[in-house]
């Protein structure tokens, strides 16, 4: 017979869904969450499936966060300025200066963003016709000669003798050659 704990499962608590909106909120996983209200995966998705509005505070948690990191992400695209503070020595004393910094727009998080945002304008699609892997794929078929070579890659002439080995002993000083 199998021992039980005398630990018991903590019971659904009705703050757990304004504490689990504030988790997801700062990224949490489900299965942080759980373990911060001490039960199960199991048992938290049992909860989840049970309350409704655990269920609906989590989401609410998980689209304020992605909605946080759009913002940011947009912000960085675009460019912003903002306060900051430096501490700085002057005539012997450390003093606190505050300045406006600005960030110009960067490049890559404006592709991303306008990817996401205008996929069908922005989002690199690869090109069929000159794409790198179709390139590479063509390439790798015509060295293992399953595919013949265009018409303007007439082969090569190949010598009518074949070439002779040297028949003279390396030197002992000589690295090994590698053969195929």
């Not at 004393?93 to 910094?101: A, D, S």
């Given at each position: 017979m199998p021992r039980r704990s005398n630990k018991a499962i903590p019971s659904y608590s009705p703050l757990?869904?304004?504490m689990a909106r504030g988790m997801a909120r700062i990224g949490a996983e489900r299965e942080q969450i759980a373990e911060a209200f001490g039960v199960s995966v199991e048992t938290f998705q049992e909860w989840v499936k049970e309350h409704r509005e655990l269920a609906e505070a989590i989401a609410e948690g998980e689209m304020d966060?992605?909605?946080a990191v759009e913002k940011a992400l947009f912000k960085r695209a675009t460019g912003y300025s903002q306060l900051e503070e430096k501490a700085v020595i002057c005539k012997g004393?450390?003093?606190?200066?505050?300045?406006?910094?600005h960030y110009p727009p960067d490049v890559a998080a404006a592709k991303l963003w306008l990817a996401n945002h205008e996929s069908d304008l922005w989002q690199e699609k690869p090109d069929p016709e000159h794409g790198v892997t179709t390139e590479l794929a063509d390439v790798m078929k015509r060295i293992r000669g399953q595919e013949p070579r265009a018409k303007s890659q007439e082969p090569r002439a190949k010598s009518q003798e074949p070439r002779a080995k040297s028949q003279e002993p390396r030197a002992k000083s000589q690295e090994p050659r590698a053969t195929r």
């Open positions: 757990y869904p304004r966060a992605r909605a004393e450390v003093i606190v200066v505050t300045f406006m910094k």
